[in-house]
């Protein structure tokens, strides 16, 4: 295949809203030492890039200005010293930047094989909420076979990925959601009980499925609103982690004396500034424990709706309205 030297990605000429995004023509990015370029067949979309779309989350230093954390599509070339991938290989990766857009160069280490039987709208669904699941509830908090875990806004991308994986790994699921049919969606895909935090208080909902107990993990995006309910759903040495805020960054009237009487473990991670190393080790754990899940169908990325590359500003707004169910996807059509 021919690399071409310029391609179609997502220009942002300043922040502010969706339709600040356009479609715009640019030179192929530098491909570093130990990076593969992919040509891009599909991308995910993802709450951290309406925040950078917003002027809210700038990129890493190095990484590129354009948005956009996951890819899937053929490997076109390799960097020097990138292993483990061949021009012509079919990949999923986790991009530190640059996914809306044609061509996209990332750390060979983030990248993954698609899953037997996956397409490239399927594949693209995957990195950004596999990778971050796993990090937090598996490697952070340590959840296992037997634990019980409260996954709060179980229906967007990051909620349909924990559950089916927690529930897959053994362990008890409830989750929260803001509507009916998006409690209905987290108990088909494995929660016990979903909890309609727009008509029930979660913490009396969770003490009284657990007998008074508790979770033993909280997964949180939500963060300063939710803070003092999650100390007091958690039962002893449990683990609160907090991945978002989405509920405000301040935490008020919260008591706190739970953390020292249930032994709590209060940790929180964002997955964008971690290290290669870091992110390349999430990888080995997903290639060794949720790979073959995926590929015997345990485990499925949910996706809500796949956009052409054109109606990205649309995608944007679907997301922030809050309405969708699992991933939105952009698919790139090529001649």
């Given at each position: 295949m021919?690399?071409?030297?310029?391609?179609?990605?997502?220009?942002?000429?300043?922040?502010?809203?969706?339709?600040?995004?356009?479609?715009?023509?640019?030179r192929l990015p530098e491909l570093g030492a130990g990076e593969l370029l992919i040509r891009v067949e599909a991308f995910g979309v993802?709450?951290?890039?309406?925040?950078?779309?917003?002027?809210?989350?700038?990129?890493?230093?190095?990484?590129?200005?354009?948005?956009?954390?996951?890819?899937?599509?053929?490997?076109v070339e390799l960097g020097e010293?990138?292993?483990?991938?061949a021009v012509g290989d079919k990949v999923c990766a986790l991009a530190n930047g640059g996914g809306y857009a044609e061509y996209c160069a990332v750390p060979a280490t983030q990248a993954l094989a698609w899953p037997k039987g996956y397409d490239a709208v399927k594949a693209a669904a995957l990195p950004e909420t596999f990778f971050t699941v796993w990090a937090n509830v598996?490697?952070?908090?340590?959840?296992?076979?037997?634990?019980?875990?409260?996954?709060h806004g179980g229906s967007s991308g990051i909620g349909t990925t924990a559950i089916q994986l927690a529930k897959a790994l053994g362990a008890e699921v409830f989750a929260t959601a803001g509507s009916a049919a998006k409690c209905t969606a987290c108990e088909t895909l494995g929660a016990k009980r979903a909890i309609n935090y727009r008509e029930e208080d979660f913490k009396a909902a969770v003490l009284e499925a657990t007998?008074?107990?508790?979770?033993?993990?909280?997964?949180?995006?939500?963060?300063?609103?939710?803070?003092?309910?999650?100390?007091?759903?958690?039962?002893?040495?449990?683990?609160?982690?907090?991945?978002?805020?989405?509920g405000g960054a301040r935490v008020e009237d919260a008591n706190i004396t739970a953390i020292l009487t249930k032994r709590l473990n209060v940790m929180g991670s964002a997955l964008r500034p971690r290290t290669a190393e870091e992110k390349r080790a999430i990888r080995d754990g997903l290639a060794l424990r949720v790979w073959p899940l995926l590929e015997a169908g345990d485990v499925a990325p949910v996706i809500h709706a796949v956009l052409p590359i054109?109606?990205?500003?649309?995608?944007?707004?679907?997301?922030?309205?809050?309405?969708?169910?699992?991933k939105i996807v952009m698919s790139i059509a090529r001649d």
């Open positions: 021919t690399v071409p030297t310029e391609m179609t990605y997502i220009d942002l000429p300043s922040p502010g809203g969706a339709e600040n995004m356009v479609l715009a023509r640019g993802n709450r951290p890039d309406v925040l950078q779309r917003k002027g809210d989350y700038p990129p890493p230093p190095g990484a590129s200005p354009i948005l956009g954390l996951e890819v899937a599509g053929e490997v010293g990138a292993t483990g991938f598996f490697d952070m908090a340590g959840l296992k076979a037997g634990e019980t875990i409260l996954v007998g008074g107990r508790g979770v033993d993990v909280i997964l949180d995006m939500v963060g300063g609103r939710y803070f003092g309910r999650n100390l007091a759903s958690l039962a002893k040495d449990g683990r609160l982690s907090i991945i978002g805020f989405l054109e109606e990205i500003a649309d995608a944007h707004r679907l997301m922030e309205e809050g309405n969708h169910i699992g």
